[in-house]
């Protein structure tokens, strides 16, 4: 008898032996590493990714009361996951904004516009010494000078025999030089006639050339979805030369906007998104729509509310995880 109950024992004891064996085995095979650049690449054990040569990342396994299946595309990281990978939860905040707008341009050389220009003050000239209907035949003459940008004020100025429409040829005779500059479709809202701007020439990096916005373009160039804005630059020693390229500066104001910083954006090349924390420390997808960057925050202008908590730091991870567990591809 005791022999038998010996026998048993060590039956029992070499079953859990293999038990505890094979448990191990199971929770090793269970590990996952992935790449955080091209999350379906896996393997089980640590290594390189064979497309980036990235290190690949253990896939943590999350306890059950953090199971993110309940979350359309939502992810859910502990907070030693947080710290590894550099991730942080902030709060979307309205900043105080005044970034210029910068935008490329030429010395003025514009035969078209000098040409209409002479011929509206010739005619006005005439116009004056006839007096009838006088107002009705320089009004299509006037609605082309419009059409190039030229302002009411200006018009009329050259309606009394007055302006210097060579400016827009050859410099004129004037301390003064013309300048073009593109301005995008998107900054054309934070434009004003009279603003402020800083030019510089390519021919001379160390000198600011100053002046203002006189005006804008009323049409917009389809191909290059811009304006162009005339600028009256001050030049008494006639450096800038027509069509010398500059860059330009326009002073637009300080403004209040909602902002984040410029590391919580994900730019899919389609669509920008933001991770979203809610109360549960779980991130969602959130597209949203941008506009100006400055300082290392960048302007939310659709998408997010002041005081949100979003995650920043390492928004492209974030988004490798989330198609590592399933999320839709799909934007």
Known sequence: MKIYLLKQKRIMIFAAV????????????????????????????????????????????????????????????????????????????????????????????????????????????????????????????????EQAGLTRGEIAILRRGSGDPLSYLLRGSGSHAMVYLQVYESDIARLSPGAVVSIRAKAYPDIIFRGNVVGVSEVMNNRTRSFTARVKVQDAARRLKPRMFVEGEIATGNRMVIAVPSDALLDTGKRKIVFIADEQDHLHMKEVETGIEQGGYIEIRRGLAENQRVAAGAAFLLDSERRLRGGHEDY
């Open 18 to 145: 293999l038990l505890l064996f094979a448990g191990c085995a199971a929770k090793e095979a269970d590990v996952i590493y992935y790449c955080p650049m091209h999350p379906e690449y896996t393997a089980k054990r640590p290594g390189d990714c064979p497309i980036c040569n990235m290190k690949l990342v253990k896939k943590e396994q999350h306890p059950a009361n953090a199971d993110h299946s309940s979350y359309a595309n939502a992810i859910f990281l502990s907070e030693k996951e947080r710290h590894e990978i550099g991730l942080r939860i902030t709060r979307v905040e309205r900043r105080n904004f005044s970034a210029p707008v910068r935008s490329p341009g030429q010395v003025a050389y514009d035969p078209e516009l000098y040409a209409a220009m002479v011929e509206y003050r010739q005619a006005a000239m005439g116009m004056a010494l006839v007096e009838r209907d006088g107002a009705t035949l320089l009004e299509p003459l006037a609605v082309k000078l």
